[in-house]
């Protein structure tokens, strides 16, 4: 199983245009048949996305959909700062 941990932190105007295209992003993600979780925690201007996925296969599948792709690009724009993605194993 492998585990990823995205933040992303929007610039306060556009708090409600990230809010909603974050939550697109999780409606869509969650269809993927490598996607065991992908559950997102929100505080303020900050979104943190935690997510698990079965395979590095299932993994590099969904960093090529679509919707993942456009909402890269789209948010650029939208965020306070570079959209943070850790990879991490379970220590305990």
């Known amino acids: ?3 990823i941990t995205a933040i992303i932190k929007s610039k306060k105007e556009n708090i409600e245009q990230v809010r909603n295209m974050v939550h697109h992003l999780v409606t869509e993600t ?3 048949t490598a996607c065991i979780r992908y559950d997102l ?3 303020e ?3 943190i996305i935690w997510e698990e ?3 590095q296969p299932g993994l590099d599948f969904h960093n090529n959909q679509p919707y993942l792709q456009d909402f890269i690009k789209q948010s650029e724009d939208l965020v306070a700062s ?7 194993t379970q220590s305990l």
Do not use: A, L
């Open 1 to 3: 199983m492998i585990s």
């Open 30 to 32: 969650r269809k993927e």
């Open 41 to 43: 925690h929100t505080t």
């Open 45 to 47: 201007n900050v979104f």
């Open 53 to 55: 996925w079965q395979d």
């Open 82 to 88: 570079p959209i943070q993605v850790y990879k991490t």
